[in-house]
């Protein structure tokens, strides 16, 4: 079983775009195992195949924190049919990252999130027209508000997309509410890479934004665009398999609150 996920990782675990091209060109497989069960190992849960533990392409024996967590990915398995498609496994995909490339090295993906700060989504506004200048305003500002109040966190707002210096304490600030588990930094870099927002991110993981809120946060300006010149077909397509993998992350940074 390990093979069928290995090109689905991929050189980068947590990019969730190059996972979901490199799933798409694994061929499916027939499923091969009868019964799926979510059980107690090794401090943790695990998920079995006819008694057997799923692994990483490395080998690595998938151990997951939490009961929740195991029986999302198990019901992902038994939801398969005649053949075996990853790209309908978000967390199962999710689950084998964490353990190949994130267990190890949480402080690493913690500080490839908190580069985000220093450009995130929220800061760069458009100037024109007024109806997405109020857009963006209603959807972000409360976030940038409750960042500021909340975490200390004061950002710098920009108009187009010069680039703006943000200031250290406020990415310190920012930076010191992230989680330390490495389930959740693992879910924080995903939703961090779908949005190109660090700061929904966190807003989410604190219960400050709902899954839906942080999507259409996210997708504003592509919003805009689609209303005013219609939506390109491969586009839509991209967006819905991202959807996917958000909403895999977000459960996980759920059942991990």
């Known amino acids: 079983m390990r093979e069928l996920f290995e090109e689905g990782l991929g050189p980068s675990p947590l990019d969730p775009g190059e996972a979901v091209r490199q799933a798409a060109r694994t061929p499916q497989r027939k499923r091969f195992y009868t019964s799926?069960?979510?059980?107690?190992?090794?401090?943790?849960?695990?998920?079995?195949?006819?008694?057997?533990?799923?692994?990483?392409?490395s080998g690595r024996k998938v151990i997951v924190p939490r009961r929740e967590i195991a029986d999302v990915i198990a019901a992902e398995w038994q939801a398969q049919q005649d053949v075996i498609d990853p790209l309908t496994m978000p967390m199962t995909r999710l689950?084998?990252?964490?353990?190949?490339?994130?267990?190890d090295r949480v402080d690493l993906v913690a500080d490839d999130v908190a580069k985000y700060l220093r450009s995130d989504l929220l800061f760069y506004r458009a100037g024109h027209p007024e109806a997405l200048v109020e857009r963006e305003a209603r959807h972000w500002d409360p976030v940038l508000f409750w960042a500021a109040e909340t975490l200390g966190a004061h950002f710098i707002l920009a108009?187009?997309?010069?680039?703006?210096?943000?200031?250290d304490a406020a990415v310190?600030?920012?930076?010191?509410?992230?989680?330390?588990?490495?389930?959740?930094?693992?879910?924080?870099?995903?939703?961090?890479?779908?949005?190109?927002?660090?700061?929904?991110?966190?807003?989410?993981?604190?219960g400050m934004r709902s899954p839906d809120e942080v999507w259409a946060a996210a997708h504003v300006d592509e919003d805009w665009?689609?209303?005013?010149?219609?939506?390109?077909?491969?586009?839509?397509?991209?967006?819905?398999?991202?959807?996917k993998e958000f909403r895999a992350a977000a459960q996980l940074l759920d059942l991990m609150r």
């Open 159 to 167: 108009e187009g997309i010069v680039h703006v210096r943000q200031p």
């Open 172 to 206: 310190a600030a920012a930076r010191a509410a992230f989680p330390d588990d490495p389930w959740s930094i693992a879910a924080l870099h995903v939703v961090t890479t779908i949005t190109g927002s660090a700061l929904l991110a966190v807003a989410l993981k604190h």
């Open 36 to 57: 799926v069960e979510a059980v107690e190992a090794d401090g943790g849960f695990a998920v079995t195949l006819d008694g057997k533990p799923i692994k990483t392409p």
């Open 225 to 243: 665009n689609g209303e005013q010149w219609g939506i390109d077909e491969e586009v839509a397509a991209r967006r819905a398999a991202r959807l």
């Open 95 to 103: 689950a084998n990252s964490v353990v190949q490339g994130v267990l």
